[in-house]
């Protein structure tokens, strides 16, 4: 008896329970949207917007020399595979015979068959291996064999891949990108590292952005006052504080006109009282669009940054921070340098991302130099950069 009433009862639970259930949920809506949460609905990884942007921004790629990937990366037959530009690009190091420690950058898809080089290739007697048939393409680009041919019979000249011109600066590899297929119109500069420099480390990120707003935001000056502040160093945010001047220079020089150069000088603030003026100084200098250089000179040391930008496809920046510094330079200060940094970048990215570029921006006194800097950006491209744009980012047949 007395079981029956437990199963009795836990019957009526049941169906009260399903009751209340029918009741809340579906008799009456929820309030789930408490006042001032709602925030719109813009997005800008929407494809309307992306599309938008193209129409708006320049064409996604400027003619100039952009880092693929470090030659270390090449190290025991290693094959590294690109995508940017609108190219499929395959790096790799030749060796065991007459082309041992070249490098070669070619077209990542076998003109046979159209395997990727890159993904099941090998590097296999100083050439790279196509996965498909075993077709071999030395860093020309050239085809050395191919397994099957009958005895006696040559490779044809014509089965060889298309080659790009790169070149090693400071242990990266460099490929030079031209919309009309010419020749580099300038050289990577030289700068002052050398093999007793320690190379800290690199850092890498990726922006939804073009990449002409990394440099333009270098020009734009009230922007680090407003959106920055004061420089904080961390941990010490209550105590020290930076704050910067910027100057803009446009070299006179023909043979620079792809380089422009900014001069940050930092005013360190202690205590909210005591001013340390030129604490440090860093030279921003613009390498073409792809490569940017810091220059940063302190008391402790003299640190380098090499920073490299690179549009993988539209409005997707890949983006490497290569930091060197003279062996005085204690560690612990590098790193304070690279953490505000990616601090302020990380300021950046906000805007940078959600951002519709203005053809004609209305200017007020106090801006920074913009129409002197997209002059200079023009430079970088040139009749088929558009087209090129077009073709490499299509959708359609």
């Known amino acids: 008896m007395i079981l ?22 579906c008799l009456f809506p929820r309030f789930n949207k408490p006042p001032g949460t709602f925030k719109g609905n813009f997005d800008h990884k929407h494809p309307d917007f992306i599309q938008r942007r193209l ?6 790629y400027p003619n100039g020399w952009y880092k693929l990937c470090d030659v270390t990366d090449l190290a025991h037959g290693n094959i590294v595979s690109v995508t940017c530009l609108g ?4 790096v790799f190091r030749g060796k065991n015979t007459q082309h041992e420690g070249a490098i070669g950058v070619l077209d990542a898809f076998c003109p046979h068959l159209g395997a990727h080089l890159g993904q099941g290739g090998t590097v296999d007697k100083g050439c790279i291996k ?8 030395n860093t020309d680009g050239k085809c050395e064999s191919i397994p099957y041919l009958e005895p006696g019979c040559p490779v044809p000249q014509a089965a060889g891949t298309k080659v790009y011109t790169h070149c090693v600066y400071n242990g990266m590899v460099f490929l030079w990108f031209h919309a009309e297929g010419e020749d580099p119109t300038f050289e990577l500069m030289k700068v002052p590292i050398t093999s007793s420099w320690v190379r800290h ?10 990449i002409v707003d990394m440099a333009e935001n270098s020009a734009d000056y009230f922007h680090f006052n407003y959106l920055h502040g004061p420089v904080e160093v961390p941990l010490l945010k209550s105590l ?13 020089d023909e043979a620079k006109r792809h380089t422009i150069y900014f001069e940050n000088y930092a005013t360190t603030i202690v205590l909210k009282f005591l001013t340390v003026p030129y ?17 940063i000179q302190t008391p402790l040391g003299h640190m380098w940054l090499i920073k490299t930008n690179l549009p993988r496809r539209p409005f997707d920046l890949y983006s490497e921070d290569a930091w060197f510094a003279e062996p005085r330079t204690p560690r612990w200060l590098v790193r304070l340098v690279t953490t505000i940094a990616k601090g302020a970048l ?3 990215r906000e805007v940078w991302q959600n951002r519709l570029f203005t053809g004609k921006p209305f200017l007020v006194k106090g801006d920074g130099p913009f129409p002197q800097y997209r002059k200079w950006f023009d430079q970088f491209y040139s009749e088929n950069s558009v087209k090129v744009a077009q073709e490499r980012t299509a959708l359609t047949w």
């Open 4 to 25: 029956g009433d437990y199963n009795g009862l836990s019957i009526a639970l049941l169906v009260f329970f399903v009751l209340y259930l029918i009741y809340t949920r």
């Open 55 to 60: 129409r708006k921004f320049p064409p996604p």
């Open 87 to 90: 190219l499929d690009l395959v």
């Open 130 to 137: 196509c996965p498909f048939h075993g077709w071999r393409m």
């Open 201 to 210: 480390g690199t850092a890498c990120t990726t922006y939804d952005m073009h």
């Open 240 to 252: 020290i504080h930076m704050t910067y001047n910027t100057k803009v220079f446009f070299p006179d």
């Open 279 to 295: 604490i440090q100084k860093t030279r921003v200098t613009f390498d073409g669009p792809g490569v940017v250089h810091f220059d």
């Open 346 to 348: 990380e300021q950046d």
